[in-house]
């Protein structure tokens, strides 16, 4: 059924199209305040067609593409909401540094793998802050607020917590901000991007010699016994193929890249097919990996139905 809404004055043509790319959460934070799924890239999902970044369809793709952040994850259900992040953190508009904190909250909402980074508010750089208009108090829970770094103005890019509920208490007057739409950020000494770290995730890079075959539309593409099996809590397993094991004549190099924080910078091919649709950015390397043990190395997607992984003689489930 087509649903037009309308939220502080923004038309969201389709809503079931929103549910499908920013995840149901977005209900939450709009329609059932007692849920609080307030996630920051699901309500700037409203505008996604109009208002996106490619910073922001970087990170919705890669999202998208790996199916695990769009869904309810089992693993991370019984995890504390609020921890303190004890990593010292600091953000950047061009060389203006707008937030300085070892003093970070790690706020995770129900079902989601990744958590928001809260800044408490002695330690962020308020007078860079403008109130959204039309989005300055989006249901009583939270405030946006712009960024006016010296005359540079970008919208949504900071969320505040304002809720007086008991569920949100220790979140009040902290402040979360939109990654994609930073220049820099800091880790200790170490730049990051693409979404903030979940500090009980873990991703482990592991050699085996377990007999892993790929074929695409019923075509042997890959086959090798020297795999690396990337284990990566609340993702799919993933097998990552030497070149050598791989007929490369059936890839060409996409122009489309994704970011992970825990693995590093991503390139795609495409297999060779006279359908794009099926075919198009299946295949995934980390040339310049964050984690040694997979770079170079292929890995081929688990979410397409004309592929078919068969790992010791048995075939993987799709994901």
């Known amino acids: 059924d087509f649903v037009t809404v309308t939220v502080e004055g923004f038309k969201i043509p389709d809503i079931s199209t929103l549910v499908l790319i920013a995840g149901s959460a977005f209900f939450g934070a709009a329609f059932t ?4 799924q307030m996630i920051v890239d699901d309500v700037e999902a409203a505008s996604i067609k109009e208002h996106q970044s490619e910073e922001k369809k970087m990170e919705i793709s890669w999202r998208y593409q790996r199916g695990v952040s769009l869904e309810k994850v089992e693993c991370f259900e019984k995890l504390p909401s609020v921890v303190k992040c004890p990593r010292w953190m600091r953000l950047y508009v061009g060389d203006v540094e707008i937030a300085n904190s070892k003093n970070v909250l790690c706020f995770f909402e129900k079902g989601q793998q990744y958590p928001k980074y809260l800044f ?6 308020t007078q860079y802050l403008v109130e959204s208009e039309g989005w300055s108090n989006f249901t009583g829970q939270f405030i946006w607020w712009d960024l006016n770094v010296n005359g540079k103005i970008i919208s949504r890019a900071v969320l505040q917590f304002t809720s007086d509920s008991q569920e949100l208490s220790e979140v009040k007057d902290h402040y979360s901000f939109v990654w994609g739409k930073l220049d820099k950020i800091l880790e200790e000494e170490q730049e990051t ?5 979940n500090p009980w995730k873990g991703v482990d890079a592991i050699q085996s010699s ?4 790929v074929f695409f539309a019923g075509e042997k593409i890959a086959d090798t016994q020297e795999p690396v099996i990337m284990f990566e809590t609340g993702v799919p397993v993933r097998y990552y193929i030497p ?3 791989v007929v490369m004549e059936f890839l060409e190099s996409s122009s489309h890249t994704t970011y992970c924080p825990y693995k590093g910078s991503a390139s795609y091919w495409n297999i060779k097919h006279g359908n794009p649709d099926i075919s198009e950015n299946l295949v995934s390397s980390y040339e310049d990996s964050l984690l040694p043990g997979i770079k170079g190395l292929l890995s081929f997607s688990t979410e397409s139905k004309h592929i078919k992984i068969i790992v010791d003689g048995v075939e993987e489930p799709r994901r």
């Not at 408490?120 to 750089?125: E, T």
């Not at 377990?210 to 075959?213: A, E, N």
């Open 120 to 125: 408490p508010a002695k330690d962020i750089q």
């Open 33 to 36: 305040l007692a849920s609080q």
């Open 193 to 197: 991007k693409g979404h903030p770290k």
């Open 243 to 245: 070149k050598k094991d």
């Open 210 to 213: 377990r007999h892993v075959q």
